[in-house]
């Protein structure tokens, strides 16, 4: 069950097997069916969650139409991190697109980690990095690129899920509507 999740944290740090055993306890199974919520709007994000098997998105709500931002897949960890840290509303979605089997972790559970193991506080730090990382270029591409681009981008970032994600996300991943997806991707289907 821990056998993706243990040997990720063990290419960051080397753990003793007390820190292996403590972090396998700390944390839950949980799965989701197609269409379930990990977390929804106004709701305080209550965990951090590793996808073992699954994919999900990230959306908000824009002039009452889902925009996307984000696909997360197996091997990747979940949350709305400023929720989860700050016990505030979010306001963004996390949706499961596939059925998702997940090892989920509690903020006290997290803290008590980071307080009693000798690299805990480096390895969630490497995290939240990576995590921040991936939202600041999101917002970057909102802000700089056209919709092609955003669309390259989709295809760069996400190559291996373009069979497992629905056109239409995709279309709200790029901020625009179905046809005008299908008409960027024959242009560049076109281009020499």
Same mark, same amino acid.
């Given at each position: 069950m821990y056998s993706e999740l243990l040997p990720l944290f063990n290419k960051l #740090?080397? +753990?003793?097997?007390? $820190?292996?055993?403590l972090i396998t306890s700390s944390f839950t199974t949980k799965t989701l069916s197609k269409g379930d919520f990990f977390l929804k709007e106004g709701n305080v994000c209550k965990y951090v969650g590793f996808i073992r098997k699954g994919l999900v998105r990230y959306f908000v709500l824009k002039n009452e139409e889902e925009s996307t931002?984000?696909?997360?897949?197996?091997? $990747?960890f979940i949350s709305d991190y400023p929720s989860f840290n /700050?016990?505030? =509303?979010?306001?963004?979605? =996390? $949706?499961?697109?596939?059925d998702c089997e997940l090892l989920v972790i509690e903020y006290s559970h997290l803290q008590y980690i980071f307080d009693n193991t000798t690299n805990g506080n480096y390895l969630g730090r490497q995290i939240i990095e990576h995590r921040f990382d991936i939202m600041v270029n999101q917002l970057?591409? #909102?802000y700089m690129q056209n919709s092609e681009q955003r669309y390259q981008k989709f295809l760069d970032e996400y190559a291996d899920l373009t069979q497992r994600i629905p056109q239409y996300l995709i279309a709200s991943y790029v901020g625009v509507k179905p046809p005008s +997806?299908? /008409?960027?991707r024959k242009r560049l289907q076109n281009q020499p």
């Open positions: #740090v080397q +753990l003793s097997p007390q $820190e292996e055993e931002f984000e696909f997360t897949k197996e091997g $990747e /700050r016990k505030t =509303i979010s306001m963004q979605n =996390i $949706e499961a697109i596939e970057l591409a #909102v +997806l299908s /008409r960027i």
